[in-house]
């Protein structure tokens, strides 16, 4: 796939097609990790690690989405009934 370099103030820059971006999950404001491969001339794109501390935060946030979605569910049913 080819995609155009373009000016970005006095950088550089690609844009990611949306099915790239898509199967990478990335997201606006995510830090990725960049690095060359002089011999191939290559630019490796990668998603950054998260730290430990980082990795449990999101799944402590997503549990709480998760209760108090199954919170919402349940009062629902409870009016239903």
């Known amino acids: ?6 000016s970005i103030g006095n950088s550089m820059g690609i844009i990611f097609p ?3 971006a898509r199967i990478m999950n990335f997201h606006i404001e995510e830090v990725i990790e960049l690095d060359v491969d002089r011999e191939k001339k290559r630019l ?4 950054k690690k998260q ?3 980082d990795n449990l935060l999101e799944g402590i946030k997503a ?3 998760e ?3 199954f919170a919402n569910d349940f009062d629902e ?4 009934i």
Do not use: H, P, Y
């Open 44 to 47: 490796i794109v990668e998603k």
């Open 18 to 20: 949306q099915n790239i």
């Open 51 to 53: 730290s430990l501390r």
């Open 77 to 80: 049913l409870e009016e239903e």
């Open 63 to 65: 549990s709480r989405e």
């Open 67 to 69: 209760n108090l979605a």
């Open 1 to 6: 796939m080819e995609v155009k370099i373009r």
